[in-house]
Antibody, heavy 116, light 110 residues
Framework: EVQLVESGGGLVQPGGSLRLSCAASRFTFSGYWMTWVRQAPGRGLEWVANIKKDGSEKYYADSVKGRFTISRDNAKNSLYLQMNSLRAEDTAVYYC?????????WGQGTLVSVSS | QSVLTQPPSVSAAPGQEVTISCSGSSSNIGNDFVSWYHQVPGAAPKLLIYDNNKRPSGIPDRFSGSKSGTSATLGITGLQTGDEANYYCVTWDSSLSSGVFGGGTKLTVL
């Protein structure tokens, strides 16, 4: 069974930075587009960013453009999200997702809280 | 404000059927495939429909999807109490160059 495990979440002050990681196993990681999706407390799903199989294309939601950077290391079967200039509205559970629109492999999520 | 519009809530009795709509525009639904997820509180979302109307392995045929123009619809027949969840549509928006989710629809099985 596919396993995606996020890590790196936690409490950070506004303006701070955090780097999320997602480790994939039992999954042909290099064969899939990967996506970060977040969900604020009590709210719906929000698409954050995605990255092509080989890392050559990256796309971002307007709400995070210029502040977040998605990357991947296919040799390590790992996905990353570097989050800078964090704001209170970035508080959410962040999910790592493989093949969002066709297979839907999701991690369990990691909570990011931005508060002073 | 979501780019894709879903009704906030729908309800029906056990055994009945329900439809959930997802309305968009020519730059998203009108231009790409739609997928549907359901999510129970505290759990990760689960894929129900992809490519407008295809079901992943293990998803019962009580769930169906369709698309017409700039709108998509999820249909659920033979409602069960276990179907109570939040349902989301998702697609790609070529104008935004980003993925977009609907705001979500809470299904209550009365």
């Amino acid at each position: 069974e596919v396993q995606l495990v996020e890590s790196g979440g936690g409490l950070v002050q506004p303006g701070g930075s955090l780097r999320l990681s997602c480790a994939a196993s039992r999954f042909t990681f290099s064969g899939y587009w990967m996506t970060w999706v977040r969900q604020a407390p009590g709210r719906g799903l929000e698409w954050v960013a995605n990255i092509k199989k080989d890392g050559s294309e990256k796309y971002y939601a307007d709400s995070v453009k210029g502040r977040f950077t998605i990357s991947r290391d296919n040799a390590k079967n790992s996905l990353y999200l570097q989050m800078n200039s964090l704001r209170a509205e970035d508080t959410a559970v962040y999910y790592c997702v493989g093949a969002l629109r066709t297979e839907g492999y999701w991690g369990q999520g990691t909570l990011v809280s931005v508060s002073s | 404000q979501s780019v894709l519009t879903q009704p906030p809530s729908v309800s029906a009795a056990p055994g009945q059927e329900v439809t959930i709509s997802c309305s968009g525009s020519s730059s998203n639904i009108g231009n790409d495939f739609v997928s549907w997820y359901h999510q129970v509180p505290g759990a990760a979302p689960k894929l129900l429909i992809y490519d407008n109307n295809k079901r992943p392995s293990g998803i019962p045929d009580r769930f169906s999807g369709s698309k017409s123009g700039t709108s998509a619809t999820l249909g659920i027949t033979g409602l069960q109490t276990g179907d109570e969840a939040n349902y989301y549509c998702v697609t790609w928006d070529s104008s935004l160059s980003s993925g977009v989710f609907g705001g979500g629809t809470k299904l209550t099985v009365l």
